[in-house]
Structures are given as structure tokens and as C-alpha cells.
């Protein structure tokens, strides 16, 4: 981990366990530069990644300040998986499936692989306090996540990839869609069939633009409350 991204984590961390309040003023950047060890141009880049993620904004003249976060019991729609936007909440998640295979036509273009390449396809229902939140399937291209089993993908394996591989996650694209449940959605996630879904399509890239994970996500609407935030706009 380079140090601007380590300047990034602790400040993240200290921002998630309200050592810094929200809309509180952050120390002025010679003050992190001491803190830190650090050179401005780190601590700016520090800065910087976190105005992305949206926990921080900047005030001409004023300073950098904690940006109000979301509503409690919300998820937020991000490229990093969810597991710690809910860290008030206990996520579990129950294996269906986990073997190598080859992609599906849709999984092959989503990943920009040939079809006679091999995949790790996961299947696993994830729970939030004891009730499901979401039937989620996932293939990932085997030659970027080399390993995976069960213990790994019962629990984050975005943490595992970014840890354990080395991987750094850049951004993805989503389509959602409003439908209705099938009867093997409704039964993984204990609900009737023909009631509302919410079914998201995620393609997840490494910061070098190269698609790893294609993801195919069914939320429980009854447990299933999202925002997405803003981090500019342009005209």
C-alpha cells in the first residue's frame, strides 16, 4: 500500500469511528504533513481519494471538512462491495457454489475473456443480522483471482483480493433493474414469488481498467435500502 493510501485508510478510519466528527474542520495540511511524516503532494493525494469516495469536501479559503454520510441502516452503492458500509450490521454470507468453469457468453464479454478461459464462479446468499439481504452470483476471471474457497468467499472477497492479492480495485459499471422474483430467487431469499426485486449487474475493474468480476445481484427488498452520492457534477 503506497503511503497516500495509507494517510487515506486512517483518516477513513478515524472518520467511521467519529474520532472526526461530521462536518468538522480536518487539520490543515502542514498539521497531517507532521502528523504523517508526510510530503503535501501525499497529502493532498490523500485528500483527493477520499473527495472521491465522498467523505471529505474542500472549501475554498476554508479548509477540508467531513462530509455528512448516509442515512443509518442505507447502503451505498459503491466499487468496493458493501460490507463496510454496514459496520454497525452483522453481514454473512452462506456458499451454494464455488467451482472453475468456463464463462457464459455475457460473463465472457463482461470480463473481456475468450470462452474456453476459466472462471471461478461463486453463488452465495448474503445475510444482514440473521435475514437475507441479497442471492448473489459472481464469475471472476481466474487468471486475476487465482484462489478462491469457501472460507474466503463466506466471507468479503473483495477484502481477500485487495489484501491477500495484492489487487487494487478501481471502478465499475452498473445496470439496475426493477422486476419481479422468480421462484428460485423468492425461495434463497425467503420471500413469495412475482414479489419486487431489485436486480444489479456489475461489472468491477482494477485500477488499471481490466475487468476481474462480473456480478449478477438479486436484493431482498424488504432489507434492501440504498443512496448514491455525488462527488461533483460538470456543466
Known amino acids: 500500500m503506497l503511503k497516500y493510501e495509507e494517510i487515506a485508510k486512517e483518516l477513513e478510519k478515524n472518520i467511521s469511528q467519529n474520532e472526526l466528527e461530521q462536518g468538522s474542520k480536518l487539520p490543515v495540511l502542514e498539521t497531517l504533513m507532521g502528523q504523517y511524516q508526510a510530503s503535501k503532494s501525499t497529502v493532498i493525494k490523500a485528500i483527493s481519494l477520499l473527495e472521491k469516495k465522498g467523505l471529505v469536501y474542500q472549501v475554498r479559503g476554508s479548509g477540508i471538512f467531513v462530509r455528512k454520510q448516509k442515512?443509518?441502516?442505507y447502503?451505498?452503492?459503491?466499487?468496493?462491495?458493501?460490507?463496510?458500509?454496514?459496520?454497525?450490521?452483522?453481514?454473512?454470507?452462506?456458499?451454494?457454489?464455488?467451482?472453475i468453469r468456463k464463462p457464459t457468453q455475457e460473463a465472457a464479454e463482461s470480463l473481456n475473456i475468450d470462452l474456453d478461459e476459466d472462471v471461478y464462479y461463486v453463488?452465495?446468499?448474503?445475510?444482514?443480522?440473521?435475514?437475507?439481504?441479497?442471492?448473489?452470483?459472481?464469475?471472476?476471471?481466474?487468471?486475476?483471482?487465482?484462489?478462491?474457497?469457501?472460507?474466503?468467499?463466506?466471507n468479503s472477497i473483495f477484502d481477500y483480493i485487495s489484501?491477500?492479492?495484492?489487487?487494487?480495485?478501481?471502478?465499475?459499471?452498473?445496470?439496475?433493474?426493477?422486476?419481479?422474483?422468480t421462484k428460485v430467487e423468492a425461495e434463497y431469499l425467503g420471500l413469495q414469488e412475482g414479489e419486487p426485486k431489485l436486480f444489479v449487474e456489475t461489472i468491477f475493474h482494477l485500477n488499471n481498467a481490466q475487468p476481474f468480476d462480473f456480478s449478477r445481484v438479486t436484493y431482498n427488498y424488504q432489507q434492501s435500502q440504498f443512496f448514491f452520492q455525488s462527488t461533483g457534477y460538470s456543466m
Do not use: W
Not at 77 to 91: A, H, M, P, V, Y
Open 71 to 73: 442515512r443509518k441502516g
Open 75 to 99: 447502503i451505498r452503492f459503491t466499487n468496493q462491495g458493501f460490507s463496510g458500509e454496514l459496520r454497525d450490521d452483522k453481514i454473512t454470507a452462506k456458499v451454494i457454489e464455488l467451482d
Open 123 to 154: 453463488k452465495r446468499v448474503r445475510y444482514i443480522n440473521g435475514q437475507t439481504l441479497c442471492l448473489e452470483e459472481s464469475y471472476y476471471n481466474k487468471s486475476i483471482v487465482t484462489y478462491l474457497n469457501n472460507e474466503i468467499a463466506t
Open 163 to 181: 489484501e491477500a492479492l495484492g489487487h487494487k480495485i478501481g471502478f465499475s459499471d452498473m445496470y439496475l433493474h426493477v422486476n419481479s422474483l
